[in-house]
């Protein structure tokens, strides 16, 4: 397969993580709504360790680096955040 391709397979598969995370942040909205609703806290520091730990356990298996995946979640996490404060 020629480099064009390749990068063209790429951006493909860039616009479908960019449409995930835009629907990950539609269901983000949703969940700070019911958050202020019931007056719960934004931080819930359990659930964000128990998501990272999910994440890069079954990334792994797909031949991710924990570490790297770590620190993606943490700025999703971190917008996440941001996103439900609105």
């Not at 958050?35 to 792994?60: A, C, M, P, S, Y």
């Amino acid at each position: 397969m020629s480099l064009e391709k390749l990068r063209e397979e790429v951006d493909e598969i860039d616009k479908k993580v960019l449409e995930l995370l835009s629907k990950r942040k539609k269901v983000v909205e949703q969940i700070g709504k019911i958050k202020q609703e019931k007056h719960l806290v934004i931080n819930d520091k359990n659930r964000e360790d128990e998501l990272i730990k999910n994440v890069i356990k079954k990334g792994q298996t797909l031949g991710l680096e924990g570490k790297y995946l770590r620190k993606l979640y943490k700025e999703i996490i971190k917008y996440s955040k941001k996103v439900q404060k609105k």
